[in-house]
């Protein structure tokens, strides 16, 4: 088998540059979910539910964890990919450090509220410098990358977990220059001063060899950061790039402030439309998909490949990695519940299924005008027909709307949808 390793940031131009040119050089594609409305609407992915009935794979999709399930694997409806990657953002901190007697008492005598990870932005704050001031320059209260991507994914969760609005429902104006949008962009600037020196231009490595170095008491980022501060399989030779951990035994795992974590990147496992092998390449990405083969890949510390079935989060191997294991898979599982997904994810069909059940539920069921448009391009602006109406669930769900139900909290919030509209969970205030 010849595997074609592409950087990141050009695989989504490689695989439309390839589907246009019809070389059929590619069978089996790595697609991040947020690129799969996009291939899928151009025609570069293979449909998969006819190998799906063919080769008897449903019932093993239904253990997927239903935000991997609903949310990225299909397009109207249509399967165009498997999750092959549970990424969810994790805040991570020095147990220890917060565990100190005298910690807990000067900061409760300060501050008025108990020291433990913090649930909104202003604690972060408070708890940030507070450390600071007490252990720089040998560590810091908290740091996190700033370069990009990486910073657009920090305020992203943080723009959506304060209430903002990435556009107008009705203009389709771009509203990340709101309040909101300053307020959290002013906040992230502020809190470079209780950060490391230099800290502006960190990315994933350097932000994980001060945490891991004991430099840093509070950080968030995707789930390896957890193992890799545990020690577990940093000692393997593909690994040498991590710096050992002098912090394994005192790491705490927990949502990140505002309790919905930014579902960031992931990886799901697609057939290219191109391939002159289609059904194999079907057979080789069930097999990697497969609760045996994902059960093993998920627990190489190597693969960067993080839970996404529900076996995943309760396998008494992965248990048993290292002491503290259950309190990691236990943060990453109700990250995936809780986490907000990606703008390009959030479809007219799944969404309308989600408002169907919840309306009905409140005994409102509501039956939508027009039949479900096909996803569009993030950007583009609905057709909006003469004498159309706005129609709300009866729950605040803040979704990205593309017809024809509009909700005036578009990009709000945006979370998972199906199977059980994660909004009742406490998403919504």
């Known amino acids: 088998m010849k595997v074609v390793e592409v950087p990141i940031a050009e695989m989504f131009t490689k695989i439309m540059q390839e589907y246009r040119a019809g070389t059929g050089a590619y069978d089996a594609l790595n697609v991040i979910p947020a690129w799969m409305p996009d291939l899928a609407n151009a025609g570069a992915l293979e449909v998969l539910d006819p190998y799906v009935d063919k080769f008897g794979f449903r019932d093993e999709l239904k253990t997927i964890a239903p935000t991997y399930r609903d949310n990225q694997m299909t397009v109207n409806d249509k399967i165009y990919g498997f999750p092959d990657d549970g990424d969810t953002f994790v805040f991570y901190y020095r147990k220890d450090i917060f565990g100190d007697q005298a910690n807990k008492d000067e900061f409760k005598a300060k501050f008025g509220y108990d020291l433990a990870p913090p649930k909104t932005w202003k604690e972060f704050d408070e708890i940030g410098q507070?450390?600071?001031?007490k252990y720089q320059p040998k560590m810091y209260g908290a740091a996190f990358f700033r370069q990009p991507p990486y910073g657009m994914y920090m305020f992203q969760e943080r723009f959506r977990n304060e209430g903002g609005k990435f556009f107008d429902a009705n203009t389709m104006k771009a509203t990340i220059n709101s309040?909101?949008?300053?307020k959290v962009l002013e906040g992230m600037r502020a809190e470079n001063k209780f950060m490391p020196p230099g800290v502006e231009q960190w990315g994933f490595v350097e932000n994980l060899a001060a945490f891991l170095q004991g430099q840093t008491a509070m950080t968030i980022s995707w789930p390896p950061y957890g193992r890799w501060a545990a020690g577990y399989g940093t000692d393997q030779?593909?690994?040498?790039?991590?710096?050992?951990?002098?912090?394994?035994?005192?790491?705490?795992?927990?949502?990140?402030p505002g309790g919905h974590p930014q579902l960031a990147a992931g990886f799901a496992l697609s057939v290219a439309s191109t391939s002159k092998?289609?059904?194999?390449?079907?057979?080789?990405?069930?097999?990697?998909n497969s609760?045996?083969?994902?059960m093993e890949r998920v627990q190489l510390p190597y693969a960067l490949r993080d839970p996404f079935r529900d076996s995943h989060f309760t396998s008494p191997e992965y248990l048993a990695k290292w002491p503290d294991a259950k309190d990691y898979l236990a943060a990453l599982k109700q990250g995936s519940e809780t986490g907000l997904l990606d703008l390009s994810l959030l479809q007219t069909t799944s969404m309308r299924r989600c408002c169907a059940r919840r309306s009905a539920s409140c005994g409102r069921a509501r039956t939508p005008s027009r039949s479900p448009m096909p996803p569009r391009p993030i950007g583009m602006r609905s057709p909006r027909k003469s004498g159309s109406t706005s129609r709300r669930p009866c729950i605040r769900l803040g979704l990205q709307s593309r017809a024809p139900i509009r909700n005036k909290a578009f990009g709000s919030h945006l979370t998972?949808?199906?199977?059980?509209?994660?909004a009742q969970g406490g998403v919504w205030r």
Do not use: H
């Open 130 to 133: 507070f450390l600071t001031d």
């Open 179 to 182: 309040d909101v949008g300053v």
């Open 237 to 256: 030779e593909v690994l040498s790039w991590v710096p050992k951990s002098q912090i394994a035994g005192k790491v705490g795992y927990a949502l990140p």
């Open 277 to 288: 092998n289609k059904e194999a390449a079907y057979l080789f990405i069930q097999w990697l």
């Open 291 to 294: 609760e045996a083969t994902s």
């Open 416 to 422: 998972p949808l199906a199977p059980s509209c994660r």
